[in-house]
C-alpha cells in the first residue's frame, strides 16, 4: 500500500480519537456544571458524579466533591457557632434582667427614702448589684470571643505561682465575709508557657465558683506532677443535697442548686475549660467525699527554658 495512503489513514484516525477525547471531555464538563449549578441553588447533600469519562476528569470531579464537603461542613460550623452564640445571648439577657430589675426598685427606695441610713444602705446594694453585671456582660464578651476561630492566646513564659497569689489576694475579702480561711499549698517559682490574662481569669473563675458554691472550706495546690506537669486543684466543701454533676459542670449556663438565688451566669466554667484548653492543658471535675475539686495539668517550663520563635 502507497506509503502516503497509509500516514493519512493514521492521521484520520488519531483525529476521529482526539475529536471523541474531546468531546467526552465537553460532556462531562456539561454534565459537571449542571450538576454543579443545582448544587449551587438548593440546599442539598448530592455530590458531583460522572459516568465514564477520562482519569483527568474523575481526578477534578474527586476535588470539587472534597470541596464541596469542606464548605459544607464550615457552613455547618458556622451555623453552629451562631446558634450557640444567640442562646448564650438569650440566656444571658434572661439572668441580666433580673438584677436589672432589682436595681430599679432599690433606686426607686432610695429616691423616696427620707432616711440617710437607708439611702446609704440601699446605695450599697445598687453598687453591688451593678458590679455583678458587670462580671456577667464581661464572661459574657469574654465566651463570645474565645469562641472565634481566630482567637489566638498570646501565650509567653509566666510564673504561674505568682499568679496564683496574685488572684487568691484579690479575694481576699470575700473569703473573709464568707468565713472562709483558704487552705493554700502552692510551690513557688513554678512556670508554664500559657497567657497571662487568660490564666487570671481561669483562677477567677475558679475562686469565684468556689465562693458560690464552697461550704466550709476552700483549698488550694498547685505542684509538680509526673511527666513535667504542673497541677492545680482547687476545691471546696459541699452540702450533699447540693452535690455538682461533674458531667456537666464545664456545659454552658450548668448551675448548680447553690447558685439559683444569686447573680451567675453559669458559662464561668466552660469559659475556664475552653481557656485550658486553648493553653494547650486539660482540666477535670471530681468529687471526693464531702468536696468538689477540679484539677488543672499544665505542661512544665524549666526555669532555664526558652520559648521557641
Not at 440546599?43 to 464541596?68: E, H, Q, W
Request: charged residues 30%.
Amino acid at each position: 500500500m502507497n506509503p502516503w495512503v497509509i500516514a493519512l489513514i493514521l492521521c484520520i484516525v488519531v483525529i476521529l480519537v482526539l475529536a471523541f477525547y474531546l468531546v467526552s471531555i465537553l460532556s462531562s464538563v456539561r454534565e459537571l456544571t449542571k450538576q454543579l449549578e443545582y448544587i449551587g441553588t438548593n440546599r442539598t447533600n448530592m455530590s458531583l458524579s460522572i459516568g465514564a469519562s477520562t482519569r483527568s476528569v474523575r481526578k477534578l470531579t474527586d476535588m470539587i466533591n472534597r470541596v464541596i464537603v469542606n464548605c459544607r461542613n464550615r457552613e455547618l460550623e458556622t451555623s453552629r457557632k451562631d446558634d450557640e452564640i444567640k442562646e448564650t445571648i438569650t440566656s444571658m439577657s434572661h439572668d441580666i434582667r433580673t438584677p436589672l430589675t432589682s436595681l430599679k426598685g432599690y433606686f426607686d427606695l432610695m429616691c423616696d427614702s427620707d432616711s440617710e441610713e437607708d439611702k446609704e444602705r440601699y446605695k450599697g446594694i445598687i453598687s453591688e448589684r451593678i458590679d455583678s453585671l458587670s462580671e456577667m456582660l464581661e464572661e459574657m464578651f469574654i465566651y463570645t470571643k474565645i469562641n472565634n476561630s481566630n482567637y489566638k492566646l498570646e501565650n509567653e513564659r509566666t510564673n504561674i505561682s505568682e499568679v496564683m497569689i496574685s488572684s487568691l489576694l484579690s479575694y481576699y475579702e470575700d473569703f473573709e465575709k464568707k468565713n472562709m480561711t483558704p487552705n493554700i499549698d502552692v510551690d513557688e517559682n513554678l512556670f508554664a508557657v500559657t497567657d497571662e490574662q487568660a490564666l487570671k481569669r481561669v483562677f477567677q473563675n475558679l475562686i469565684k465558683n468556689s465562693l458560690i458554691h464552697g461550704e466550709n472550706s476552700f483549698d488550694v495546690s498547685l505542684k509538680r506532677s509526673e511527666g513535667k506537669k504542673i497541677r492545680i486543684s482547687v476545691g471546696n466543701g459541699i452540702k450533699e443535697v447540693e452535690r455538682p454533676d461533674v458531667t456537666r459542670v464545664f456545659d454552658r449556663f450548668y448551675k448548680g442548686d447553690s447558685s439559683r438565688h444569686v447573680n451567675s451566669s453559669g458559662i464561668g466554667l466552660s469559659v475556664t475549660q475552653k481557656l485550658v484548653n486553648l493553653m494547650g492543658g486539660s482540666i477535670e471535675a471530681v468529687l471526693k467525699e464531702d468536696k468538689f475539686v477540679i484539677n488543672i495539668f499544665l505542661d512544665e517550663l524549666s526555669t532555664h527554658s526558652k520559648i521557641a520563635e
